[in-house]
């Protein structure tokens, strides 16, 4: 692990620190400052600033229309919108830019790259992800949806769950079972599917903290183009597990300092409740402090690896287990704190409850009842923490695999 920048690297922060000065209001104070009526306008109205300057997509090649910047100076932009509290793009970019548009620069064909980045960057193309399953949740590879190739398209019949703004998407990657006869792992493939279309039906689900971001989605003969596989026929499971590496381990060096965030939110709570000197307090405090700085070098030695190889490997799953169990002691503690105010919520709402951005004031109960709220599943997407423990087990420390009952084709599998 290098836990320092190069002098090129910290050149390059200067001029990223002189863009944000130049463009963002003067007293700015981060997006959950603002009036909650005017986020919305102001984050359209930032990705078209950072669209002119080639920052939504900074890492991808110029020629597909990205900044051209080197891994390290994505990195540097990122931290540095992450302290001065502004999105690195739109809602939906966590799909189209962190994760489609990195496995089709991978795996894609140059028809592929040529026609959807552009589109992924414009926003005319917005994505969601068709991985879990009723029935295949943590077991993603005993997924049932089917796809038939019939003629110049594939007919897909089956259902997603759990699928991140699907309301908001007109695109949807989704993983099928194309070959029922082989093994399960090898019988997949990753298709790229238009959500507007007969066929289809997106239904929402509101979770525990009352927001709707998920949704179930029912295929019943949809249609994507023969030529909407990536990857190769039957080579699903290698393209999909990629993407989640982009999941996981994306925000290796920023994930630490929304973490950091929450902490001092915490010790805010502290202050305002007088719970500063109770010594049970002030010892979770410095526990919290403890996994924060973890995290922080965890994310340096991710980024090293990621300079050195180029990809991010299995052990992007460390990342991931690492900063949602820490979430969700973090806000458990958040409402212990507020003592019976934490059973009434009351002030500003966050502005989201899947991860970590605060409301404007933060020692808001309604802010810390959602973020606790929202961290409860937080153990479970991405993977589960359990499969992300498999995959540190058996793919980084090469200890033995856990005995199975499924290895044989998927069809016969599902019989017994």
């Known amino acids: 692990m290098n836990p320092t920048y190069s002098a090129e690297a910290e050149a390059y922060r200067e001029k990223i620190q002189s863009f944000l000065k130049e463009h963002l209001p003067t007293n700015w104070k981060g997006l959950s400052a603002l009036d909650p009526s005017m986020r919305e306008g102001f984050v359209t ?16 090649p110029k020629e597909y229309g990205g900044g051209g910047l080197s891994p390290i100076e994505r990195v540097i932009l990122h931290e540095e919108f992450a302290k001065a509290g502004v999105p690195t793009g739109g809602p939906n970019d966590g799909f189209g830019i962190s994760m489609i548009g990195p496995t089709l620069l991978v795996f894609g064909t140059e028809d592929q790259k040529r026609h959807f ?16 399953e009723p029935n295949s949740g943590s077991d993603l590879a005993s997924l049932a949806t089917r796809a038939v190739l019939d003629g110049d398209e594939w007919i897909i019949n089956g259902q997603k769950i759990w699928t991140s703004e699907g309301h908001t998407a007109n695109w949807i ?18 298709l790229l599917c238009p959500l507007d279309q007969e066929g289809i039906e997106v239904r929402p689900i509101t979770n525990i903290a009352r927001s709707h971001d998920f949704n179930e989605v029912f295929f019943t003969d949809a249609r994507a183009p023969k030529e909407n596989v990536v990857g190769g026929v039957n080579d699903g499971w290698r393209v999909a597990n990629q993407l989640l590496a982009y999941e996981r381990g994306d925000d290796a060096t920023t994930v630490s300092m929304r973490m950091k965030g929450v902490a001092d939110r915490l010790t805010e709570i502290a202050r305002q409740q007088g719970l500063l000197t109770h010594p049970v307090v002030r010892q979770e405090l410095a526990w919290i402090h403890s996994k924060v700085e973890v995290l922080r ?27 949602s169990e820490l979430y969700q002691k973090m806000t458990e503690l958040g409402v212990t704190m507020l003592g019976a105010g934490g059973m009434v919520a009351e002030g500003e709402e966050p502005l989201s409850v899947v ?25 479970i ?10 995959i540190l087990g058996e793919r980084v420390l090469g200890l033995p695999k856990e005995p199975r009952s499924d290895e044989g084709p998927w069809n016969e599998t599902r019989r017994q």
């Open 45 to 60: 109205q930032w990705r078209k600033v950072l669209g002119e300057y080639g920052f939504v997509a900074p890492a991808w």
């Open 355 to 379: 991860f970590s951005e605060a409301a404007g004031d933060p020692t808001s109960s309604r802010a810390m009842i959602d973020h606790f709220l929202g961290a409860r599943p937080a153990s």
């Open 117 to 132: 980045l552009p589109r992924i960057l414009s926003g005319e193309d917005t994505w969601c992800q068709g991985y879990s």
């Open 381 to 390: 997407y991405s993977g589960s923490n359990e499969i992300q423990r498999n």
């Open 173 to 190: 990657f989704v993983l099928c079972r194309t070959a029922p006869e082989e093994i399960k792992h090898k019988g997949i493939s990753f």
């Open 297 to 323: 070098f965890y994310g340096l030695r991710t980024l090293t690896s990621l300079l050195s190889n180029g990809i991010l490997g299995p052990e992007s799953s460390v990342n991931k287990l690492l900063w």
